[in-house]
């Protein structure tokens, strides 16, 4: 993928890169759309996290979720981040499944009253066209290592073995979660249990549940950014963006589903 690189000074629009060493400055990281790859983000964490003039981040947050790998290293990357400065979500629109899977590891979740949370568990999708074949008079030979090898095939219906496996990989993912909302929300799992069947709340019931701390906007979490990192709330926002050609993106994001459903099996943190 081509694009063209830029930093930028959000905030009062004073330009700055992060290499810059001015004091007391509050990052901001941008988690928007589905989760899918997020090395750029990744990067982003980290360079804020070596950044001694950050002395806390706004994660902006509004996504519906996405894969499960994507996710989790996201919420690890934050986590690390956390450890040594403070860090502040602040919730758009949404904040589902695997992007609530991933703020968790924030020091605060500040949320507006309707926003969309929740969506706590797994979904594991893949299309079948068995049906299809068998009219068409198409036979699709498989030769394969073990029976489970080609589990998720599209060319036929799970077996009762697979399904096992399928129920089995569900199971642990879903629980993965469940254990990262107890220790990430302080939350017992009999707590937990009854909010993780992938229901949605609102910003409100999601803080009456104990999923978010804060109701409020995002300048109220920029200023409580500001707080926790001892600096002024006028403080500029770091923030590092990238000028993207949008033809190209068009063409990168279509190979990308293609070769993604190209994987078979797609295991999930999002919203349906």
Not at 57 to 77: F, I, K, M, T, Y
Request: aromatic fraction near 6%; glycine fraction near 10%; include cysteine.
């Amino acid at each position: 993928m081509i694009f063209l690189a830029s930093w930028i000074m959000g905030g009062l629009g004073q330009g700055s890169e992060f290499g810059l060493r001015n004091s007391g400055r509050i990052g901001l990281i941008v988690l928007e759309g589905p989760i899918g790859d997020v090395r750029d983000l990744l990067d982003e964490l980290e360079d804020l996290r070596r950044d001694d003039s950050i002395k806390s981040v706004v994660l902006r947050v509004d996504s519906p979720g996405g894969d499960v790998g994507a996710s989790q290293e996201l919420h690890d990357a934050i986590a690390r981040l956390a450890g040594e400065k403070p860090v502040v979500a602040s919730v758009g629109s949404v904040m589902a499944s695997g992007a609530y899977y991933a703020a968790m590891a924030a020091d605060s979740i500040v949320c507006t009253p309707g926003a969309v949370v929740g969506s706590i568990g797994v979904i594991l999708t893949y299309p079948t066209a068995a049906t299809l074949l068998d009219k068409l008079g198409i036979e699709w030979r498989v030769y394969k290592s073990g029976p489970l090898k080609d589990m998720g095939s599209f060319s036929r219906n799970p077996t009762e073995d697979e399904e096992a496996v399928f129920d089995s990989i569900i199971s642990d993912v879903y629980d993965q979660f469940v254990s990262a909302v107890v220790t990430d929300r302080g939350l017992s799992r009999d707590d937990v249990l009854p909010l993780a069947d992938g229901r949605i709340f609102t910003g409100r019931q999601a803080m009456d549940a104990g999923l978010v701390d804060r109701l409020g906007d995002y300048q109220d979490a920029v200023t409580m950014a500001a707080a926790m990192g001892g600096v002024a709330p006028e403080t500029p926002l770091v923030h590092r963006t990238r000028a993207r050609i949008p033809l190209l993106d068009l063409i990168d994001h279509l190979l990308h589903e293609q070769a993604r459903a190209s994987w078979g099996p797609h295991l999930e943190y999002r919203l349906k």
